[in-house]
């Protein structure tokens, strides 16, 4: 997991979607956690910003709202 978080440093990638089986795993790997991600205490979403990963939780993705709001955290 730590391999896959460095990659958005090295390739420059904006975001992650988590699969479930990770989303409680990676919390402590997480510079920051949004108040959404620690309410739930799980993250479906890491955000790279500026070098600092920062973790939230969306929801359904495949909701169009979701999906809207997740595109406008990554760029």
Do not use: C
Request: proline share 3%; hydrophobic share 50%; net charge positive.
């Amino acid at each position: 997991m730590e391999l896959r978080l460095a990659e958005m440093f090295h390739l420059d990638r904006r975001g992650y979607i988590i699969a479930p089986a990770l989303q409680k795993m990676i919390l402590p790997l997480l510079d920051q956690i949004d108040s959404s991600a620690a309410e739930k205490g799980s993250v479906d979403t890491v955000v790279n910003k500026g070098g600092v990963l920062v973790g939230y939780w969306m929801g359904d993705w495949k909701n169009r709202e979701v999906s809207i709001r997740i595109i406008r955290l990554w760029f």
